[in-house]
């Protein structure tokens, strides 16, 4: 079993920062495996993958609407993947959760991540 824990979310206005974080635990499972990161649900709408880091920590992959705002990171020691948000929009306002897989899915879909995180709410206002 592979357990996903967030941290991090909360309020903040329009324009402005947050970060989010996702340590993963158990079954010797690291990112380096497959692909970790951020998917994100508004209401009424689908899940859909925000940022995602691969194996080796070089390829990345953003949504169109998050790029040049957001940055993913990792920590590997740590088995931890970071989420900087910038210049946040109220269209960013959605629950965050931590999404992991053995394989290196491009573009990632939620289908096929293994593992979930409880999800963090980031609510922006304008």
């Known amino acids: 079993q592979v357990d996903l824990v967030e941290s991090g979310g909360g309020s903040v206005q329009a324009g402005g920062s947050m970060s989010l974080s996702c340590a993963a635990s158990?079954?010797?499972?690291?990112?380096?495996?497959?692909?970790m990161g951020w998917f994100r649900q508004a209401p009424g709408k689908e899940r859909e993958a925000v940022a995602l880091i691969y194996t080796g920590g070089v390829t990345t992959y953003y949504a169109d609407s998050v790029k040049g705002r957001f940055t993913i990171s990792q920590h590997n020691a740590k088995n931890t993947v970071y989420l900087q948000m910038n210049s946040l929009k109220p269209e960013d306002t959605a629950m965050y959760y931590c999404a992991a897989s053995w394989g290196s899915w491009f573009p990632p879909t939620p289908n096929a991540m293994d593992y979930w995180g409880k999800g963090a709410l980031v609510t922006i206002s304008s």
């Open positions: 158990g079954s010797g499972y690291t990112y380096s495996s497959g692909c």
